[in-house]
């Protein structure tokens, strides 16, 4: 089944730096890279995706980038702001599949 | 705030109790999930049904009984649960059973077996 590794587990910026996290899927066929925010006592929400056919998108300071070669994506969030600080999952999935599956986890802080 | 509403918010049970969780959505979406999620761990998925029927089951034990009633709702019935079942649950639902599409997670259900 599908594999994804997710780094750093924890990272800690500086308001107003940039904050990357990286991720990487193991099968091929995984078409679907969504990245969901938890915030402390709420459910995950989606905060961006991307598919396959597409190798990068932006929505205002976050955005994300697939290297479907190398079978990894990344999250960039720039200008950070405390209330970035949460967890963050990403996740991939296929068509023809039900599932998604999660990587472990980025803590992100943002120090004012 | 979240479309997908869950309650009750907390739940604290013994292990000889039976108690239900409750999961709500009125986006017409026809596939709804429930998670178990461990503190620093990502979601893990339980049971998905898709047009009321119940699709995945994940091996999870016969302890926990999911029930989809219609379309918009979604239930966890709960009996004789261990302490290591203590975990956040949540629901989430998305517009059919497929992957390469988003999930929508409710706020989840805080629950303790003592």
């Known amino acids: 089944g599908e594999n994804v590794e997710q780094h750093p587990s924890t990272l800690s910026v500086q308001e107003g730096d940039s904050a990357v996290i990286k991720c990487t899927y193991s099968?091929?066929?995984?078409?679907?890279f969504p990245w969901y925010k938890q915030e402390l006592g709420k459910g995950p929400q989606l905060i961006i995706d991307?598919?396959?056919?597409?190798g990068e998108k932006k929505d205002q300071r976050i955005a994300v980038t697939l290297n479907k070669t190398a079978k990894h994506f990344s999250l960039h969030i720039t200008e950070t702001q405390p209330e970035d600080s949460a967890v963050y999952f990403c996740?991939?999935?296929?068509?023809?599949?039900?599932?998604?599956?999660f990587g472990d986890g980025t803590t992100l802080t943002v120090k004012p | 705030d979240t479309e997908v509403t869950q309650t009750p918010k907390h739940l604290v049970m013994g292990m000889t109790n039976k108690k239900s969780l409750k999961c709500e959505q009125h986006?017409?979406?026809?596939?709804m999930y429930w998670y178990k999620q461990k503190a620093k761990k990502p979601p893990e998925l339980m049971f998905v049904?898709?047009?009321?029927?119940?699709?995945i089951n994940e091996s999870v034990p016969s302890r926990f009984s999911p029930e989809c009633p219609n379309s918009s709702l979604l239930n966890l019935h709960l009996h004789a649960l261990q302490p290591e079942d203590s975990a956040l649950y949540l629901c989430?639902?998305?517009?059919?059973?497929?992957?390469?599409?988003?999930?929508?997670f409710g706020n989840g259900t805080r629950l303790t077996v003592t």
């Open positions: 991307i598919r396959s056919n597409v």
């Open positions: 989430a639902s998305s517009q059919v059973l497929r992957g390469a599409i988003p999930l929508h």
């Open positions: 049904y898709s047009y009321e029927k119940l699709s």
């Open positions: 986006m017409g979406h026809r596939a």
């Open positions: 099968d091929s066929a995984s078409n679907y």
């Open positions: 996740a991939a999935s296929m068509t023809n599949a039900g599932k998604s599956t």
